[in-house]
């Protein structure tokens, strides 16, 4: 049973345009998200995260938008950058569990 | 950002030995780590909890004989995979979680990569 979808494997967009990647959830318990970008054989890298009492947060090119009532976030990039080609891993927890539950991952590929 | 490492960062070894890694965190102390595993195409799977000076919480279907966690100062954590066997194979990645901060999150170590033989 999962409980954070990304049904989105891969993703490509042009340099300069929004790269928008989904993610939707199950469980109603999640109340804190979170956005990881990872490169191959490395750990993730935290990006941004949003506590399920505000419904954006933004910081510089990224910004996460949630939708309680969907079970829906998505992290919006502007402008993409080739360098922000990497696997984007969207993650939930339930308060002060702070157990990450993560989804399958959506690779971006940013095109010159 | 907050800095976790990890060693080895690649380890190669026989059918039946054990092989230890190690995860710290340099520039924060972390009372909670966690381990994950990740297979090729996968999510990363959380294994097991592990709290400075107490026993480590193991999810569902983890052998906690197998996957030894020790959680001795509050920046360092070992993972030791016991008698390891090819399907134990994988990228094994731990976390920390930074404490008195306002925004909670997990910081991630490189990984490590597991091939046993």
């Known amino acids: 049973d999962q409980q954070v979808k990304q049904n989105s494997p891969s993703l490509s967009v042009q340099e300069g345009r929004i790269s928008i990647l989904n993610c939707d959830y199950t469980n109603s318990m999640f109340d804190y998200f979170l956005w990881y970008k990872k490169y191959p054989a490395e750990g993730p890298t935290f990006l941004i995260s949003i506590s399920s009492i505000k419904d954006k947060n933004e910081d510089g090119r990224f910004t996460v938008f949630l939708n309680k009532s969907a079970k829906h976030l998505s992290l919006h990039i502007v402008p993409s950058q080739p360098g922000d080609s990497a696997v984007y891993f969207c993650?939930?927890?339930?308060?002060?569990?702070?157990?990450?539950?993560f989804g399958k991952g959506t690779l971006l590929t940013v095109n010159p | 950002g907050a800095v976790v490492s990890q060693h080895p960062s690649r380890v190669i070894c026989k059918s039946g030995t054990s092989v230890k890694i190690e995860c710290r965190s340099l520039?924060?102390?972390?009372?909670?780590m966690f381990w994950y595993r990740q297979f090729p195409k996968k999510s990363l799977m959380l294994m097991a909890t592990?709290?400075?000076?107490?026993?480590?919480?193991?999810e569902q279907g983890v052998e906690k004989d197998k996957f030894l966690i020790n959680h001795a100062s509050l920046t360092l954590s070992t993972l030791t995979v016991t008698s390891a066997h090819p399907e134990d194979s994988s990228f094994y990645i731990c976390?920390?979680?930074?404490?008195?901060?306002?925004?909670?999150?997990?910081?991630f170590g490189p990984g490590t990569r597991l091939l046993v033989l």
């Open positions: 976390s920390a979680r930074t404490t008195g901060r306002i925004q909670e999150t997990q910081y």
């Open positions: 993650a939930a927890s339930v308060g002060s569990n702070y157990k990450l539950t």
């Open positions: 592990s709290n400075e000076g107490s026993k480590a919480t193991y």
């Open positions: 520039d924060f102390q972390a009372t909670t």
